[in-house]
């Protein structure tokens, strides 16, 4: 079955503290996944089958691997270019799964610290691949074999999803009424710039037989 990739952001923002610890180092802690709760994208991940990942995260975090970017990338790889948190810790508060971490001092990650010293509010949000079947209500259950990659930083998603809208009008193909008024105005131009170089030509035309008429006499 083919896997897709999935990610979930939560609309409370990661709580984070703004007081560095004796290493220079900024940290947060806050909620980063929810077990069977139907969420905003109507999926709901079984616990069996986070609990899994989480104990295979858990082994990554404590080779001090487990790194995320500012904002998801657009594949299951984690850009170490773009990493600007590293997760130092995972654990389950019910069927919510909290987790805690540390800014990096990469180009990424003094970007990120930069806007929550400004008071910007960020989310956290997973990102896994995989697949699942719709239940009788409609809601896409995850399936073992879901791999939970990382989890990224980002803002608010409405915020998200109106920045990509507007990348993509702006690179659509243009419609016909626009390629029509393209090429009238390319025409006009044309046209304009035609009728000066003929206008030019004719007064240098005229300027030279004037002179060659005074040089006859």
């Not at 209500?137 to 073992?144: A, K, M, R």
């Not at 791999?147 to 990224?152: G, M, R």
């Not at 710039?193 to 037989?209: E, I, R």
């Amino acid at each position: 079955m083919q896997q897709y990739l999935l990610t979930e952001s939560y609309d409370e923002p990661v709580v984070l503290s703004l007081n560095e610890s004796t290493e220079g180092k900024t940290r947060f802690r806050g909620k980063f996944q929810e077990a069977e709760s139907k969420n905003k994208n109507n999926r709901i991940y079984p616990f069996d089958v986070l609990d899994e990942n989480v104990k295979r995260l858990n082994e990554i975090i404590r080779h001090n691997r487990l790194v995320g970017e500012l904002d998801h990338a657009l594949d299951s790889i984690v850009h170490l270019t773009n990493a600007s948190h590293k997760i130092t810790k995972l654990w389950w508060e019910d069927n919510i799964l909290m987790g805690e971490g540390e800014i990096l001092s990469t180009p990424s990650g003094k970007v990120l610290k930069c806007l929550i010293n400004d008071g910007i509010s960020v989310g956290m949000s997973s990102r896994g691949v995989g697949n699942g079947k719709t239940n009788e209500d409609g809601v896409l259950v995850i399936s073992d074999g879901y791999k939970l990659i990382t989890f990224d930083i980002v803002s608010d998603p409405s915020t998200i999803d109106a920045f990509q809208e507007k990348v993509k009008k702006e690179n659509t193909i243009p419609s016909k009424a626009e390629k029509t008024a393209n090429k009238i105005e390319t025409e006009s131009v044309y046209k304009i710039n035609k009728d000066l170089v003929l206008a030019c030509l004719g007064s240098l035309v005229k300027s030279k037989t004037n002179d060659i008429k005074m040089g006859m006499k």
